[in-house]
């Protein structure tokens, strides 16, 4: 990430999904819209408790405007760019970004990702979890519907390169 970006959209709640062969299971993370990346955030140093008033007030917000537009208080470029220190956190430049599509499933929308990242082809999806069953292992049970329409606009218009 550079000095001078800034964060554009943050989502937070987001269940992140392996759409490659014999992959199985997610992982809840954020999903990070500045200038010029796109990150997904699974380790973070942010404190559990804004992470459960920031997914109450996300899902709040989804009942009443559907844009994925949004960006969070509590959480700035200075946490982001320590979150990215992990390597286990990905960050992609847009031109990294082969195909991003979004879907509207019966039980969700769906934001479809595949890109190339160090030689190696990777494909996901990605939606924003409502509910949570915690046992035996944290899974989500309901997702929401939300317009990932602006999110992936905003990521084409900056491609130098579409394929």
Not at 143 to 159: G, N, S, T
Request: aromatic share 12%; proline share 2%; charged share 30%.
């Amino acid at each position: 990430m550079e000095s001078n970006e800034n964060i554009q959209a943050h989502l937070v709640s987001v269940w992140r999904e392996s759409k490659n062969f014999f992959s199985i299971g997610g992982r809840e993370g954020m999903l990070v819209l500045t200038d010029n990346h796109l990150m997904f955030v699974h380790k973070t140093e942010s404190k559990m408790n804004w992470w459960k008033a920031i997914t109450q007030r996300q899902v709040v917000n989804f009942l009443k405007s559907k844009n994925t537009m949004i960006h969070h208080d509590g959480y700035n470029k200075e946490d982001l760019s320590n979150d990215l220190k992990n390597n286990k956190n990905v960050e992609l430049t847009f031109d990294e970004i082969d195909i991003i599509i979004s879907e509207e499933k019966t039980w969700g929308s769906v934001l479809y990702l595949e890109y190339e990242k160090e030689g190696k082809k990777e494909k996901f999806q990605y939606a924003i979890a409502q509910d949570w069953v915690k046992y035996p292992m944290k899974e989500p049970t309901k997702f929401m519907k939300v317009d990932w329409a602006p999110f992936v606009q905003y990521i084409k218009e900056r491609q130098k390169f579409t394929k």
